[in-house]
């Protein structure tokens, strides 16, 4: 299996502009996960699905943000409009979560700057 | 809510020297899991500790899981290297699917 696969993995926009992150699970994977890296905060989750369905976005900074998961193998985060603030390396994680057990592998990252 | 402490925040040790990374959380936990980010990559998996009290190995690494499930504890023997990197604890919210990560341990290690 390749992994979680991120796009794209670096990028640059100005302020105002709408980015777009993506994301493939692991094939089987039943949640996937959206966190969000930076020196202040930390690893901070972001939003997460159960079988595509968006289970707890209480992470999710504000409106900006949205996220979809419109099939089992295909994730995007959306950031409209951009600020530098956002400036973050975004992660996507995928887990096949059972009872007791949710070990995530997470992808390679999206590092965003917004000038 | 629920919060995840990890202490300490840095630590720069010389080759050979053991190490020790300390987890504390606000509420008992089913179970703690443990992550390593290298500079510049993303968490990898580690371990997963569930039961009180239990003691896993991994070659010169040590997990510990407290007897109140509420705490951890990352310990390497003789650092090398290749233990660069963040070390992070994570445990579950409310025994749901959500895990909250610690703030992480940077290890740097001095030839």
């Known amino acids: 299996d390749a992994g979680v696969i991120q796009s794209p993995r670096h990028e640059v926009t100005e302020m105002g502009q709408e980015v777009t992150l993506r994301c493939k699970p692991i094939s089987g994977h039943n949640s996937l996960f959206w966190y969000r890296q930076t020196m202040m905060r930390g690893l901070e989750l972001l939003i997460y699905f159960n079988n595509n369905v968006p289970i707890d976005d209480s992470g999710m900074p504000e409106d900006r943000f949205s996220a979809k998961m419109p099939n089992a193998s ?9 600020e530098p603030r956002d400036s973050a390396v975004y992660f996507c994680a995928s887990s096949l979560r059972s009872s007791g057990a949710n070990v995530l592998t997470f992808g390679a990252g999206s590092r965003l700057t917004v000038l | 809510g629920q919060q995840v402490m990890q202490i300490p925040q840095y630590q720069h040790v010389q080759e050979g020297e053991d190490f020790t990374t300390y987890c504390n959380s606000s509420t008992t936990l089913s179970n703690i899991q443990w992550y390593k980010q290298r500079p510049g990559g993303h968490p990898v998996f580690l371990i997963q500790l569930v039961k009180s009290g239990e003691v896993k190995k991994q070659k010169r690494l040590t997990f510990q899981f407290g007897e109140a499930k509420k705490n951890s504890s990352l310990h390497i023997t003789a650092t090398q290297t290749t233990d660069v990197g963040t070390y992070f604890c994570a445990g579950p919210k409310n025994q749901g699917g959500k895990l ?3 703030q992480g341990t940077e290890l740097s290690v001095k030839p």
């Open chain 2, 100 to 102: 909250i990560f610690g």
């Open chain 1, 74 to 82: 295909f994730s995007t985060l959306k950031i409209q409009p951009s």
